[in-house]
């Protein structure tokens, strides 16, 4: 079945840095990859997602890039600012309706 | 006004019980399905249900049992209770489509076994 790798696990940047986060999966049927945040207590919430089709995606502050050669994937986020303080994962649907989660990524920005 | 609710919140219980966790969706989507997050925050897919039917069964244990009374609600029973249940049970839904899978989570409900 599919296997997504995530990393890092945690990523310190100043505030005004950018972050990036890596996430590998094994499945080359896997056609849809979510970007999820979910902040301290809270419910994970789509931030940004892209489909293989698709190479590169932005929405201001937030890119993903796709690389469906090398199955790998990334989250860039941009002059980070401490509200995106939080868990990030990603994932990959490998057939109808499923997603398989990375492990995270704990993101902190430091004011 | 919540678009997929949970109850309860929290869930305190004692091992051996019996609990059941409900969810209900207001998207008008067809597809629900039952997440576990443990304490390292990894977010594993339980099971999924298309219009009432189940689709996702990631080798569960048999204690737990969800129920889909009608595509708007999954719940979630948990018999004998143990304490490597102790989890947030995260519920979600998607619309059916080939070219949509966001899924929309509720609150979670956070299961403590003692």
């Known amino acids: 079945g599919e296997n997504v790798e995530q990393h890092p696990s945690t990523l310190s940047v100043q505030e005004g840095d950018s972050a990036v986060i890596k996430c590998t999966y094994s499945?080359?049927?896997?056609?849809?990859f979510p970007w999820y945040k979910q902040e301290l207590g809270k419910r994970p919430q789509l931030i940004i997602d892209?489909?293989?089709?698709?190479g590169e995606k932005k929405d201001q502050r937030i890119a993903v890039t796709l690389n469906k050669t090398a199955k790998h994937f990334s989250l860039h986020i941009t002059e980070t600012q401490p509200e995106d303080s939080a868990v990030y994962f990603c994932?990959?649907?490998?057939?109808?309706?499923?997603?398989?989660f990375g492990t995270g990524t704990r993101l902190l920005v430091s004011p | 006004d919540t678009a997929v609710s949970q109850t309860p919140k929290y869930l305190v219980t004692q091992m051996g019980n019996d609990k059941s966790i409900k969810c209900e969706q207001n998207?008008?989507?067809?597809?629900m399905y039952w997440y576990k997050q443990d304490s390292k925050k990894f977010l594993k897919i339980m099971f999924s249900?298309?219009?009432?039917?189940?689709?996702i069964n990631e080798t569960v244990p048999n204690r737990f049992s969800p129920k889909s009374p009608d595509k708007a609600h999954l719940n979630l029973h948990i018999n004998s209770l143990e304490l490597g249940d102790s989890a947030v049970y995260f519920c979600?839904?998607?619309?059916?489509?080939?070219?949509?899978?966001?899924?929309?989570f509720g609150a979670g409900t956070r299961l403590s076994v003692l």
């Open positions: 892209i489909r293989s089709n698709v």
């Open positions: 979600a839904s998607s619309q059916d489509s080939a070219s949509q899978n966001i899924q929309y």
């Open positions: 249900y298309n219009n009432k039917e189940l689709i």
């Open positions: 499945d080359s049927a896997s056609n849809y």
């Open positions: 994932a990959a649907s490998p057939g109808f309706q499923k997603l398989v």
């Open positions: 998207l008008g989507h067809d597809t």
